[in-house]
């Protein structure tokens, strides 16, 4: 792998086509203070301009993927929840891949226990999988604070009611990665948990085979239904099924198949 160095509190590698991202507070749990969540705002985007990485892996160093907001330091800085009043009133939030506009997929890959505010790169992932040994619970009610963006990210790809559930029982109900995988919060379970990067990498790199192009018109696309009703969300998907005619990759495709060989698809940003 190839590693970026500016980052204290998160990694930033690459291996082949995939770009990874990785949370790296592993002595608190990899809880988020105010600097990482600053670099949360550099490292998206520095994978997304890299024309080399076509997809990107999130995940957590040591034992768990991520804690929420690091309680701790709430607690003792003198500022506590004030600091981001005015981020959340305004929702000028940079700390996840659709938050920051990044259209590349993003599988995230999650190790240990993931809760609170975790539930962020859960909820805007594209594609999650996790370890077998994954945990997962929401404990804003418990520690006095309001379940809210996360949760209203989930009920978009899960039952409204198991994630009600999630909310109210807090700290005290944890979810194991079989019943994530039942209720539709990951699609993938990864055992033993030791190989949960190493699929996470096949899974990036088999995704990567895919026209890059292709892939950014198609998650604005289905994110962008997302937002809209039934009719809105067709027409909005239409123009960007329209954007890709005459693209070089929708005649690569075909003649890739016709010859029996691997596509070469056109990178975002134009090169080959």
């Known amino acids: 792998m190839t590693a970026s160095g500016n980052y204290d509190h998160l990694i930033v590698e690459r291996e082949g086509p995939v770009g990874w991202l990785i949370n790296d507070r592993p002595d608190v749990r990899n809880a988020m203070n105010n600097a990482m969540r600053d670099e949360f705002a550099e490292a998206w985007k520095e994978l997304d301009a890299d024309p080399a990485v076509r997809v990107i892996v999130h995940t957590g160093n040591g034992r768990d993927f991520q804690t929420g907001v690091d309680v701790s330091e709430l607690a003792t800085d003198g500022v506590g929840m004030e600091r981001y009043r005015q981020s959340m009133e305004d929702f000028d939030v940079h700390f996840t891949s ?106 990036g790199e088999t995704i990567a085979k895919n026209s ?49 060989r691997e596509p070469r698809w056109q990178s975002l940003d134009g090169d080959t």
């Open 98 to 203: 659709w938050h920051q506009g990044v259209w590349k997929p993003v599988i995230t890959a999650v190790n240990g226990i993931c809760c609170g505010g975790g539930f962020h790169w859960v909820a805007d992932a594209d594609i999650v999988i996790a370890a077998s040994d994954a945990q997962f619970f929401d404990p804003h009610t418990s520690v006095g604070q309001v379940v809210a963006i996360e949760a209203i990210g989930l009920m978009k790809k899960m039952p409204v009611e198991a994630v009600m559930r999630m909310a109210f029982m807090g700290k005290y109900e944890r979810v194991g990665a079989d019943r994530a995988y039942e209720l539709g919060m990951i699609s993938e379970i990864v055992d033993p948990p030791a190989r949960l990067r190493e699929r996470a990498q096949e899974l």
């Open 212 to 260: 890059p192009a292709a892939m950014a018109a198609t998650k604005k696309a289905l994110w962008g239904a997302l937002e809209a009703g039934l009719t809105d969300a067709c027409k909005e998907g239409a123009k960007h099924l329209v954007s890709m005619w005459g693209h070089p990759d929708q005649n690569e495709g075909p003649a890739a198949f016709a010859d029996k």
